[in-house]
């Protein structure tokens, strides 16, 4: 009880908020170079050997990266139902393309070693670059549409309407944030395989690594630039009660130029969050030209961290703005589910966060090692 009592309602709406921003960087950083692996394997694999080393640097540990998607589509689920409404519904049809991408590619890794025909093999490599090249784009269109604001409105009685379109969704704001998107991650799958693979595959994956990373700076400064001469933000033009209840229509909020960089104005150790994104890249640029192999793996993580965290810092205190009835953007402090709720649900990932950090480290631990070409030509020791 006294735990209860000391983290206040406005505490708990604050941790979580910072708790979905980890789920969706640590979700980036291991299921973002399954993503790129699969987008760089027809390229980075000239024959059905080298493939299939591509395909076993991956093997093992992609089914435990999905958690970090499950566990962040329940976190939204409970503790932002509001949140949890408008995005899958609005949203729907987007993330059923995701879906399918993300259920194609174990089923391209079970059967594309069935037959040992090479157009058979061929067609199922082609589902693996569509499940990591799809996913990522819409990922970063997502974002790109969240920063625009989402066209979703409130009636009187709290119902949610979403007015928009699956094809609305690809503009072109947004469709440059998806190609961020796929850029970054193509730059992570590039240096995984550098850490993972060696040969032609690590020197392909090396020379791709440096194109993506080089777009990826590029690409999101354009966004950058974008997002401060074209994309107006959003502000809260009421006082915001951090204690108060869950209802948005409580506020009134409007779009204003330049709204997303108040925040860096008001705190400018949050452009550390930009910064990290930008430094991290070109250090893992760096490293890709030097071949060092854990250092690359380790800035290209930090690049991702960053730029994503720099979506968070710009938008807060906003989580989901409307392009419809602005005052009707969900907040931090005014879309959460009750104080009890976040409770309950801070002590229960306070328990199982640790063990599956400490079991996924243990499971890479494990694993650490390069895909042993040799072995998979043998049939010995891999899955596929």
Known sequence: MILHELLSYDVLRFVWWLLIGVLLVAFAITDGFDLGTGMLLPFAGRNDLERRVIINSVGPVWEGNQVWLILGGGAIFAAWPQLYAVSFSGFYLAMFVILVGLILRPVAFKFRSKHEDTKWRSRWDAVLFFSGFVPALIFGVAIGNVLQGVPFRF????????????????????LLCGLVSVAMLAMHGAAWLQLKTGG?????????????????????????????????????????????????????????????????????????????????????????????????????????????????????????????????????????????????????????????????????????????????????????
């Open 200 to 384: 032609p595959v690590a020197a392909r994956a090396r020379d791709l690594g440096s194109i993506a990373a080089l777009l990826t700076l590029a690409l999101y400064a354009l966004a950058g630039g974008a997002l401060w001469f074209w994309i107006d933000g959003y502000k809260v033009t009421s006082a915001l009660t951090m204690t108060g209840p869950s209802n948005p229509m409580l506020k009134t909020a409007e779009l204003a130029r330049g709204a997303w960089f108040v925040n860096y104005v008001a705190h400018p150790w949050l452009m550390a969050a930009p910064a990290l994104g930008f430094v991290g890249t070109l250090l893992a640029l760096v490293g890709l030209r030097l071949r060092r192999e854990v250092f690359t793996i380790l800035c290209s993580s930090l690049g991702i961290a960053g730029i994503v965290l720099s979506v968070g810092a710009s938008m807060f205190p906003f989580i989901l703005p409307s392009s419809i009835d602005p005052r009707a953007s969900l907040t931090v402090w005014d879309s959460s589910s009750s104080h009890l709720t976040l409770f309950i649900m801070v002590v229960v990932t306070a328990v199982f966060i640790p063990l599956i950090v400490a079991y996924t480290s243990w499971v890479y631990k494990v694993l650490w090692g390069k895909v042993d070409a040799d072995a998979i030509h043998e049939k010995r020791g891999h899955a596929y």
């Open 155 to 174: 009636s009187d009685d709290m119902h949610i309407f979403y007015d928009g379109s699956f094809f609305g969704l690809l503009n072109p704001f947004a």
